[in-house]
């Protein structure tokens, strides 16, 4: 299938936080998504990374329309979703779901995991059996059948996510939004839920949008990667490729950065060590947001934003100055 | 060797509940040694974090601890609550995963400094003030008279993590214990707290024990590595032998089911921690282990030496044809 | 290879078990094997059952209600009885005696009788006031907490002006107002009626309640289950009803109770100041034979306020004790239990 089934275009996102200073009340604007494009093709996988205030949640949220864009489309197979009215929205949202990160309040504590399963059947009025369709859903996830009567309470964290998942999977949507869907367990049960949504992906054609910030997971289930900084993309591309040849510093910067369970590696390579803390989306920097912990930045970054676009890399990036050596993270001789 | 500044002999540690005990450590032994990092793994309910906070009588009052635990040949099991204090703090200090919650909301960062120093030490308000301020200088705080005065929730993640950590060092710690202190962190200010932690060791000549999940985290920083699973250690030994040849089924099983370079099919550990307030009988990890025969349920196993490592499977010397690479 | 079945440590912890060497065909992360659990209701209830003093109060109380409901078999004498059918002699402020068990009044009534009588109107108001209360200020609140903007901001000034005076204060103009104007007359019945002192204190319960949902609710509309379901469909009206309310029953049921007791203290304070209730042909209630007892404090005729006094006491402990008891019980200690 080369046909995309999610464009989303010049996306932006902007929430006024109000702070009260004395009398005065200042509203200040916080810049959390800003142009932001991208396509997921049927089948796919994009992984979406950034640390804190990359906007990498946000977006999540604004493909679905749990966040209103403040502008930009975002169009599923052809509708775009960000301009039809409330009562259409209702109906399309069978076709794309979401699982969220922390399995101990993704899940109703007063619901049987089955009533939860079952909800969005009840929601969207479709009727027919619903306990053999969650008998089904729990089946395909790796539980019991028999567990639909039990309480969320009663279940380890990777059992209420693979609920989680099922949940989503109730609609028999084409899409899922996964937002950091491991981060929360423990490593060994991490594998077994990335196996499943592997499965899955597989047997019922699902596309995904992988929203995390543990680059070695993103990197396994990703056909391509996005990254973001501050709100925007930075860098672009398929997976194999961002990781073995990213080009923008502050990829190589967070490639570096992740540790890999290697002591051989890990002792050798060399690493670029960002200054301070990511900046706040209230105030981001002029030019391109990276510069203030760019090693390289020059006085161009500061008053051009870089266009995402193909400098020769291969793949899209936003950077002025992209590189072509880099620390790859098998290499042990670094630039 | 010199001798171990923190000793563990059997230690163990339950918390009564309605239903009964659980039993989150369950017989430890442990040396840290002068100036090693000490990287100590587990998942939940491994008991690693309780484990020190017990040592350090951080834990609940009606908590059950048993064994010994002797800071620099100074018994903390039983000692009174004067007495772990004085020791807490000055020979040792730990910092956690979470600052915002370790880190006093409605006092200035430079108070709360100069509180450690002044209970610890026979210092005067002013020497205590340079200390702080030099303390923050170390740790890496850009402007660090003036960000001295300020409050908890001015400073970002990362720089609360350092505060915390400057909090931890005020006092020159022989043994410095780091409860998964950069979970909570980017990847990027991750790097910069590890390096620091590095760092402060070495200028403190200190030991390091640094309690994590993340296997590659140990793989930076760590010098000896300890496995902990249900409670007990499954494996110990250098850096290097534990990565190259580990010899503990759950151990391989942990490392096996982290993702690689290749797109292949993960391979978890099938099952999930037991529960502890009722451990199995003999090895904890058989319910999990693909190679669990009738006689791992019979007694737990204790650590012994296997090669350059210590482990905890009675099946070692079998299994070392599969367990090898 | 045996499989061991552990049982739960903790409530709320996970629990769980794996088979040793057999694995299910292509599941990776095995179903835990788990034993009969609890609804969150079932283990509240447990945790009540532990609140000694709130399990005492509420087979105290039982038994009152029992009495009360049971009146014409319990109750001595009726309404307007005289305790001697014979007048022989004077039935009148008689001490405590085997005829009348707690004494007369002046009028020679039982007081024995009439506390029965009296419970049964007071907790009428105390309860019918409390419900109505906690429903319309969930209702206000939920709406207040889930769309915020304007309708909120004016909920939640209403309520600051309102709590700003002493309730007391506040009761009093209150009721006069309403018997004043006519055209209320219609709706909330005759002064003094039950039916007018429940809505007098309805006007002034439901605001406790509104902020306490509204509140809760501010703080689950965020929790991510509610945007699992936002995610799915459901409108706002479906996510109260279904995931923020049943999540809320804690809070509710304390101020319920909080409620009840209140209104039953607000009644007793109307009372002495002579607003009490009139609950018409002669009936009495506990806040009236409190007031109506006013002189006899310093008087020889101590039974006519030490009894009446007591059983209010008894009654609101026993309803505070329960609203003690549900708090711990609703209580989410540690709704995140990780192995």
Same mark, same amino acid.
Not at chain 1, 284 to 297: D, H, K, L, V
Not at chain 3, 18 to 38: P, R
């Given at each position: ?101 922390d399995p101990y ?8 995991v ?24 729990l089946e395909l996830v790796g539980l019991a059948p028999d567990h639909?009567?039990r309480?969320p309470h009663e279940f380890s964290g990777g059992q209420r996510q693979r609920i989680g998942i099922a ?13 950091e869907p491991v981060s929360a367990l423990d490593v060994s049960i991490q594998a077994g839920v990335v196996n499943l949504l592997a499965d899955l992906?597989e047997q ?8 995390a910030?543990d680059?070695s997971v993103?990197r396994h289930v ?37 540790p890999e369970p290697d002591p051989a590696i890990e ?69 | ?7 563990l002999r059997d230690f163990r540690v339950s918390f009564?509940t309605?239903r009964g005990d659980v039993q989150a450590v369950r017989g430890i032994d442990l040396d840290v040694?002068?100036?090693?990092l000490l990287a100590v793994v587990g998942e939940s309910g491994s008991g690693k974090s309780v484990t020190f906070l017990g040592t350090? #009588? ?6 059950k601890i048993s064994g ?29 995963q ?58 970002? #993640? ?21 409860d998964e202190?950069?979970t ?25 024990v640094l309690i994590t999940h993340d296997l590659g985290v140990v793989a930076r920083v760590a010098d000896r590595v300890q496995v902990m699973y249900a409670g007990r250690v499954v494996e110990r030994g250098e850096l290097t032998a534990v990565y190259d040849h580990p010899s503990h089924p759950y151990t391989r099983g942990l490392m096996d089911s982290l993702p690689g370079s290749s797109r292949e099919r993960l391979k978890p550990i099938p099952g999930a921690p037991p529960n502890m307030l009722n451990p199995p009988s003999g090895c904890a990890f058989r319910a999990r282990c693909s190679y669990a025969t009738e006689a791992c349920a019979a007694e737990i196993p204790s650590l012994h030496q296997f090669g350059d490592l210590e482990n905890a499977c009675i099946r070692a010397e079998e299994l070392v044809q599969e367990l090898t690479r | 290879m045996k499989t061991d079945i552990n049982s739960p440590a903790d409530d709320d912890a996970p629990v769980s078990v794996a088979h040793a060497n057999t694995v299910l065909s292509g599941v990776d992360d095995l179903a835990g094997i788990t034993v009969v659990g ?83 109107? @007071? ?9 109505? @209360? ?170 006519? @306020? ?30 995140q239990g990780r192995a």
């Amino acid at each position: 299938m080369t046909e995309p089934i999610l464009e989303v275009e010049h996306l932006v996102k902007q929430f006024t936080v109000k702070k009260s200073e004395g009398f005065r009340s200042i509203k200040r604007s916080v810049h959390a998504v800003s142009d932001v494009s991208f396509s997921i093709t049927g089948g796919e996988t994009l992984g979406l990374v950034g640390e804190s205030g990359s906007g990498k949640t946000t977006v999540g949220r604004c493909v679905l329309r749990l966040l209103e864009p403040t502008a930009g489309t975002v169009r599923f197979k052809g509708t775009d979703i960000a301009k039809v009215s409330a009562k259409e929205m209702r109906g399309l949202r069978k076709q794309f779901q979401i699982v969220f990160q922390d399995p101990y309040s993704s899940l109703d504590p007063r619901m049987t995991v089955g009533a939860s399963i079952a909800e969005p059947l009840t929601i969207q009025g479709i009727g027919g059996d619903h306990d053999k369709k969650v008998a089904d859903l729990l089946e395909l996830v790796g539980l019991a059948p028999d567990h639909a009567q039990r309480f969320p309470h009663e279940f380890s964290g990777g059992q209420r996510q693979r609920i989680g998942i099922a949940r989503a999977l109730a609609l028999d949507p084409s899409f899922i939004v996964l937002d950091e869907p491991v981060s929360a367990l423990d490593v060994s049960i991490q594998a077994g839920v990335v196996n499943l949504l592997a499965d899955l992906q597989e047997q019922l054609g699902l596309s995904y949008l992988f929203i995390a910030h543990d680059l070695s997971v993103v990197r396994h289930v990703s056909d391509n990667i996005a990254v973001m900084y501050l709100g925007k993309l930075v860098e672009y591309g398929p997976a194999e490729d961002v990781y073995t040849k990213p080009a923008h510093p502050y990829t190589q910067a967070l490639l570096s950065a992740v540790p890999e369970p290697d002591p051989a590696i890990e002792r050798t390579r060399q690493r670029i060590l960002l200054e301070g803390d990511v900046p706040s989306p209230i105030n981001p920097p002029s030019g391109c947001r990276f510069r203030t912990r760019c090693p390289i930045a020059k006085e161009i970054c500061a008053i051009d934003p870089p266009e995402l676009k193909d400098r020769g890399q291969g793949h899209p990036v936003a950077c002025h100055f992209p590189q072509t050596t880099m620390v790859s993270i098998s290499d042990r001789t670094a630039v | 060797m010199a001798e171990p500044l923190l000793s563990l002999r059997d230690f163990r540690v339950s918390f009564p509940t309605m239903r009964g005990d659980v039993q989150a450590v369950r017989g430890i032994d442990l040396d840290v040694r002068p100036g090693e990092l000490l990287a100590v793994v587990g998942e939940s309910g491994s008991g690693k974090s309780v484990t020190f906070l017990g040592t350090m #009588g951080l834990l609940p009052k009606n908590t059950k601890i048993s064994g010994s635990a002797k800071l620099l040949g100074q018994e903390l099991v039983g000692a009174s609550a004067l007495k772990v204090r004085r020791s807490c703090g000055k020979d040792v200090a730990m910092i956690f995963q979470d600052p915002l919650s370790a880190l006093n909301p409605v006092q200035r960062i430079v108070t709360q400094i100069t509180e450690m120093l002044q209970s610890h030490q026979n210092i005067s308000k002013t020497a205590a003030h340079d200390r702080t301020v030099e303390l923050l200088d170390l740790v890496g705080i850009p402007q660090p008279d003036e960000r001295a005065l300020q409050y908890p929730h001015e400073f970002s #993640g990362g720089m609360r993590q350092r505060v915390m950590i400057a909090m931890a060092i005020a006092n020159d710690p022989k043994v410095l214990i780091a409860d998964e202190p950069t979970t909570a962190l980017d990847v990027t200010v991750q790097a910069q707290i590890l390096e620091l932690i590095q760092k402060i060791q070495r200028e403190l000549e200190a030991a390091v024990v640094l309690i994590t999940h993340d296997l590659g985290v140990v793989a930076r920083v760590a010098d000896r590595v300890q496995v902990m699973y249900a409670g007990r250690v499954v494996e110990r030994g250098e850096l290097t032998a534990v990565y190259d040849h580990p010899s503990h089924p759950y151990t391989r099983g942990l490392m096996d089911s982290l993702p690689g370079s290749s797109r292949e099919r993960l391979k978890p550990i099938p099952g999930a921690p037991p529960n502890m307030l009722n451990p199995p009988s003999g090895c904890a990890f058989r319910a999990r282990c693909s190679y669990a025969t009738e006689a791992c349920a019979a007694e737990i196993p204790s650590l012994h030496q296997f090669g350059d490592l210590e482990n905890a499977c009675i099946r070692a010397e079998e299994l070392v044809q599969e367990l090898t690479r | 290879m045996k499989t061991d079945i552990n049982s739960p440590a903790d409530d709320d912890a996970p629990v769980s078990v794996a088979h040793a060497n057999t694995v299910l065909s292509g599941v990776d992360d095995l179903a835990g094997i788990t034993v009969v659990g609890m609804s969150p209701g079932r283990q509240a209830f447990r945790r009540f059952l532990e609140h000694k003093g709130a399990v005492v109060s509420a087979i105290v109380l039982f038994i009152l209600v029992l009495f009360v409901v049971l009146s014409p078999i319990t109750a001595r004498y009726g309404i307007n009885e005289q305790v001697f059918k014979i007048s022989k002699g004077n039935n009148v402020n008689l001490s405590p005696r085997k005829v009348a068990w707690f004494g007369t009044d002046e009028v020679g009534h039982d007081l024995y009788s009439l506390i029965i009588y009296g419970v049964r109107v @007071s907790l009428v108001i105390g309860t019918a006031s409390a419900l109505v @209360s906690v429903l319309l200020g969930a209702v206000i609140g939920a709406v207040a907490g889930m769309r915020g903007g304007l309708f909120d901001d004016i909920m939640m000034r209403i309520t600051d002006i309102f709590l700003a005076f002493p309730l007391i204060v506040s009761l009093l103009v209150m009721r006069n107002v309403l018997s004043a104007v006519s055209w209320v007359k219609p709706l909330v019945g005759p002064t003094g009626s039950i039916r007018f002192l429940v809505i007098l204190f309805v006007i002034f319960g439901w605001m406790a309640v509104a902020r306490l949902v509204r509140a809760q609710v501010m703080s689950l509309k965020e929790r991510e289950f509610v945007e699992a379901a936002r995610a799915v469909g459901a409108t706002q009206t479906r996510i109260v009803a279904r995931h923020i309310i049943p999540n809320s029953i804690g809070p509710l049921l304390v101020s319920l109770s909080l409620g009840v007791v209140g209104a039953i203290g607000a009644e007793a304070t109307l009372s002495l100041f002579g607003y009490g209730p009139n609950p018409g042909s002669g009936q009495t209630s506990l806040g009236l034979l409190v007031a109506g007892a006013r002189e006899s404090v310093k008087g020889p005729h101590w039974w006519l @306020s030490i009894f009446p006094i007591g059983v209010l006491v008894l009654l609101t402990l026993c309803i505070s004790f329960i609203g003690d008891g549900l708090r711990d019980a609703t209580d989410p200690k540690s709704s995140q239990g990780r192995a």
